[in-house]
């Protein structure tokens, strides 16, 4: 009676393994139907003017107005708590004072949906590190009041 063994070779690290393929199934064989070609693929462009746009003009008067805030020091009002800054995380701003540095709520001359449009800078003071920890946060202007030469 004989015999028969097979040996095993360990897996090669040549560039000539097998590849698999797997397919997905079609779009029929799921129940979606046809996939429109894409010439049959079409697109509505329609423009629309109406006042909700602003003009320019308006745009360069809500910056013209913004402008003397730009610097200015302010205080936080309102409890917000901000997780970004990694020296102190979960941290609360509220009684804070910083710097206003940038109204982002203009872009290159546009105007943006910015939620929190005005940009202030920080710094705190933590054990440990020689100089204080510098960090922005964006916020509303219900939620600081300015402070000093006013």
């Not at 079409?42 to 107005?65: G, I, M, N, Y």
């Not at 440990?128 to 030469?149: C, N, Y």
């Amino acid at each position: 009676m004989a015999t028969t063994t097979a040996a095993v070779a360990p897996p090669s690290t040549s560039t000539s393994s097998v590849l698999l393929v797997r397919r997905l199934p079609s779009a029929a064989a799921l129940g979606l139907g046809p996939l429109p070609r894409r010439s049959c693929l079409r697109t509505a462009r329609q423009v629309t003017l109406t006042s909700d746009v602003p003009s320019s003009v308006d745009v360069a008067e809500e910056e013209a107005a913004v402008a003397p805030k730009i610097g200015k020091r302010v205080r936080v009002t309102a409890p917000i708590r901000v997780y970004h800054v990694m020296k102190a995380p979960d941290l609360d701003v509220q009684g804070m004072e910083g710097v206003l540095k940038q109204y982002v709520a203009v872009w290159k001359g546009k105007r943006i949906t910015a939620n929190f449009p005005f940009k202030v800078e920080f710094h705190l003071d933590v054990e440990g590190q020689p100089k204080p920890v510098r960090f922005f946060a964006h916020l509303r202007e219900d939620e600081f009041e300015f402070i000093g030469d006013e």
